[in-house]
């Protein structure tokens, strides 16, 4: 076999790989079963080539498995989110010109409409796998390996390639950087379409030969459960993640709080990033489990730029300095470096960064300076350490985690039948980062709760999309110009 994210499981044959549902699986198990997968995407061709697989399948052995055989088999693995809606799916679909669609059955009313709508094979996971495994392609480090979606300022999300070599390169900056081993054991809640949960959790853990524990949803209690076990070596999740495990602790006896912190005190390295911090959260982290959280800052684009140091002191409110083979910069809107303590845009260079936006050369060429990519998050470099200020577009929101279109979500709610006009805007908020909140001019004589806002919205929008906060208001505020100031948006949420 000649896939290096791959390869070395072949030393590791017996050793645990994945754990789910108390069922574990081995990393020959996953060569086995990815083998056989891909035997059976190849049917009678010798090679994918590129082809786009897409495939639904909640966090778990299978996931993972059928990651791999797409690998295998010379396809671009496409993953999908198991909270999107039809159209979001669709969307994916579509615009990744995909050939082949895999679903868990739980999945198969959404996805055989609309693999019958396109003429598309569908497998679901359930199907009987061919009993050998055939000769699989001699696949190039240089070709694509997957896509992730993800929102920039302008329409849709846009699909973020990146190749075997462009992860192998992410990874192993990481792996080094946080020293996995093969002894160490992760717990994955992170969703599976995201960078964050793919690369530096179940693809770090299997390049390491580490143990991959993964639930294939969140639940704060079930995830304490686990913690208390006490065998847990490494754990990575979003700021929002953290708020919630922290008020359950907080809800907990003293006595269960005691093996809570008890089990957190067991691991060697807990890790936040995805979205801003906030300090306070870090303090009351670490007063309950003694980890003072490494902070880390990265993108689908780029993979992971930015890390605090796994043995020297951490900085609260500081994202480190750059990874392995990382190299970054900070420039002015002339594109000038800007000097220590002047805030400027990231700019990334690395081994890790992306190839392309999916069938989208225009944007691809625009978010590239001078062979640098353009983050659009601006930062500062203060006693040697970076310090993240923000996005520079108001209309990228973070919530929970997850990277959000306001310009996007405002599409959709335009179509709704008693909606004339909104503005959607991110309001810093503890738990998720920044809220969904939509200011809306209605209608002549319509009315309209948040309620059923989101009960019509969750049809078109994923769950984390949808706004949590709605004003209704008789205009919106616009500048001189006539269009919608955010900043002012903003506000009418803040004002008491
Ligand atoms: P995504 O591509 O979904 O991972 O989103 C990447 C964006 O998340 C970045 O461009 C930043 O705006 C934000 N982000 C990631 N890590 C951090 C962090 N540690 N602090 C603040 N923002 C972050």
């Known amino acids: 076999?000649?896939?290096?994210?791959?390869?070395?499981?072949?030393?590791?044959?017996?050793?645990?790989?994945?754990?789910?549902?108390?069922?574990?699986?081995?990393y020959g198990d996953l060569l086995?079963?990815?083998?056989?997968?891909?035997?059976?995407?190849?049917?009678?061709?010798?090679?994918?080539?590129?082809?786009?697989?897409?495939?639904?399948?909640?966090?778990?052995?299978?996931?993972?498995?059928?990651?791999?055989?797409?690998?295998?088999?010379g396809g671009i693995a496409v993953p999908l989110c198991v909270s999107h809606p039809r159209p979001e799916l669709e969307y994916v679909i579509t615009n990744s010109g995909v050939s082949i669609i895999i679903a868990h059955p739980q999945f198969k009313d959404t996805l055989q409409a609309?693999?019958?709508?396109?003429?598309?094979?569908?497998i679901l996971t359930s199907e009987t796998l061919p009993n050998h495994v055939t000769i699989l392609p001699n696949v190039d480090m240089k070709r694509r390996a997957l896509i992730l979606y993800t929102s920039g300022t302008t329409g849709k999300p846009k699909g973020v390639v990146t190749t075997h070599e462009h992860i192998q390169s992410q990874v192993t900056s990481l792996t080094t950087a946080w020293e996995w081993t093969s002894n160490d054991r992760i717990l994955?809640?992170?969703p599976l379409h995201h960078i964050h949960g793919i690369i530096n959790v179940l693809t770090c853990a299997l390049w390491?030969?580490?143990?991959?524990?993964?639930?294939?949803?969140?639940?704060?209690?079930?995830v304490w459960n686990r913690i208390c076990d006490g065998d847990l070596t490494l754990f990575m999740a979003v700021p929002t993640i953290y708020v919630k495990l922290i008020t359950a602790w907080e809800n907990a006896t003293q006595e269960r709080q005691k093996i809570m912190s008890a089990g957190c005190k067991k691991m060697r390295l807990m890790?936040?990033?995805?979205?801003?911090?906030?300090?306070?959260?870090?303090?009351?982290?670490?007063?309950?489990?003694?980890?003072?959280?490494?902070?880390?800052?990265?993108?689908?684009?780029?993979?992971?730029?930015?890390?605090?140091?796994?043995?020297?002191?951490?900085?609260?409110g500081y994202v480190g300095q750059p990874l392995p083979q990382v190299e970054v910069r900070l420039v002015d809107e002339r594109g000038e470096?800007?000097?220590?303590?002047?805030?400027?845009?990231?700019?990334?260079?690395s081994p890790g960064v992306f190839l392309e936006y999916w069938q989208n050369p225009q944007a691809t060429e625009k978010a590239f300076k001078d062979g640098w990519f353009c983050t659009g998050d601006t930062a500062v470099v203060e006693n040697g350490n970076y310090r993240i200020?923000?996005?520079?577009?108001?209309?990228?929101?973070?919530?929970?985690?997850?990277?959000?279109?306001?310009?996007?979500?405002?599409?959709?709610?335009?179509?709704?039948?008693d909606i004339q006009e909104c503005a959607v805007v991110g309001v810093t908020d503890v738990e998720w980062g920044q809220r969904v909140c939509a200011a809306l001019v209605l209608l002549p004589q319509r009315q309209l709760t948040l309620e059923s806002l989101r009960i019509w919205a969750k049809q078109q929008l994923a769950v984390y999309k949808i706004p949590t906060r709605i004003i209704i208001v008789e205009e919106l505020p616009r500048n001189a110009m006539g269009k919608v100031t955010k900043p002012q948006v903003v506000e009418l949420f803040c004002s008491p």
């Open 1 to 26: 076999m000649n896939l290096p994210l791959i390869t070395p499981a072949e030393q590791h044959r017996n050793k645990i790989a994945i754990v789910t549902d108390n069922k574990a699986f081995t």
């Open 32 to 73: 086995d079963i990815s083998g056989r997968i891909a035997t059976g995407l190849l049917k009678d061709t010798e090679d994918l080539q590129q082809q786009r697989v897409a495939f639904l399948i909640p966090p778990g052995f299978e996931y993972v498995a059928t990651q791999w055989a797409i690998w295998r088999a």
């Open 114 to 122: 609309i693999a019958t709508d396109k003429n598309l094979p569908l």
């Open 188 to 190: 994955n809640i992170l």
């Open 208 to 222: 390491a030969g580490a143990e991959c524990h993964i639930f294939s949803t969140f639940d704060a209690e079930i």
């Open 271 to 316: 890790v936040s990033g995805s979205a801003a911090l906030p300090v306070q959260v870090l303090e009351k982290w670490q007063s309950i489990s003694g980890h003072f959280l490494l902070e880390r800052y990265g993108m689908t684009e780029i993979g992971m730029a930015l890390s605090n140091s796994l043995h020297s002191q951490r900085y609260a």
């Open 337 to 349: 470096l800007v000097s220590s303590g002047t805030p400027g845009e990231i700019q990334v260079k």
């Open 389 to 417: 200020l923000g996005r520079m577009s108001v209309d990228i929101i973070k919530t929970g985690g997850y990277k959000v279109s306001a310009l996007e979500i405002e599409e959709v709610l335009r179509n709704h039948p």
